[in-house]
């Protein structure tokens, strides 16, 4: 079973700065790795794919990287609408199962 | 465009059976994706509960899948979940959602999701 660890569990930053948020996978999930991002009373939406790919609508100040077992989701600037917990997802083929990771919030400072 | 909508019981008693469906709108659920149940109890994570294929094929968490079963009504294009035996610990709103491979012979990614049911599980 891979599990994803995410950190750091909260992130404190201003509007304006630029944030940071780590994935790491316990075994390599290739470049097979995904990020949402899920704000209160919402359902979650997909940020980026395939580590380093934004969704159709995702801003360019969402970029995503790494490969293997360690990712980031790095966010350039952050808007106001951007303060919201963020997760990361994997698929393995075998056993065929999903997993996320617990999640990081990040938070107004 | 394509739009998922949970339904079904807020309230089940304790071990009573959870059951909800997931309609699927603008779109043919025959479409080559996995539809998903995924949970999340009040103020924690997201939980993958399982998949099903239009073909009938089902992976299901290891965690709860003794007592998870998804099933798809290909005529009424949705598909449902059961949760047997449940307790306050699956106190949770409940999503659907769409796991499609964005792209070709890409890996499979939720990019669709319903908006969530609360289900709580008390006497």
């Known amino acids: 079973e891979i599990v994803l660890t995410q950190s750091p569990a909260t992130l404190s930053l201003s509007p304006g700065e630029r944030a940071t948020l780590s994935c790491r996978a316990s075994?390599?999930?290739?470049?097979?790795l995904a990020w949402y991002q899920q704000k209160p009373g919402q359902a979650p939406r997909l940020l980026i794919y395939?580590?380093?790919n934004r969704a159709t609508g995702i801003p360019a100040r969402f970029s995503g990287s790494g490969s293997g077992t360690d990712f980031t989701l790095t966010i350039s600037s952050l808007e106001p609408e951007d303060f919201a917990v963020y997760y990361c997802?994997?698929?393995?083929?075998?056993?065929?199962?999903?997993?996320f990771g617990q999640g990081t919030k990040l938070e107004i400072k | 465009q394509v739009q998922l909508q949970e339904s079904g019981p807020g309230l089940v008693k304790p071990s009573g059976t959870l059951s909800l469906t997931c309609a699927v709108s603008?779109?043919?659920?025959?479409?080559?994706?996995?539809w998903s149940w995924v949970r999340q109890p009040p103020g924690k994570g997201l939980e993958w509960i399982g998949e099903?294929?239009?073909?009938?094929?089902?992976n299901y968490n290891p965690s709860l899948k003794s007592r998870v079963t998804i099933s798809v009504d290909k005529s009424k294009n949705q598909f449902s979940l059961k949760l047997s035996s449940v307790t306050a610990a699956d106190t949770a709103v409940y999503y659907c959602?769409?796991?499609?491979?964005?792209?070709?012979?890409?890996?499979?990614?939720?990019?669709?999701w319903g908006r969530g049911t609360l289900v709580t599980v008390s006497s």
């Open positions: 395939d580590a380093s």
């Open positions: 959602a769409r796991a499609a491979p964005i792209t070709m012979g890409g890996d499979w990614y939720f990019d669709l």
């Open positions: 603008g779109g043919s659920i025959s479409s080559s994706n996995w």
């Open positions: 099903i294929y239009h073909s009938g094929s089902t």
């Open positions: 075994q390599s999930v290739s470049s097979y």
């Open positions: 997802q994997q698929r393995s083929n075998w056993p065929p199962r999903t997993t």
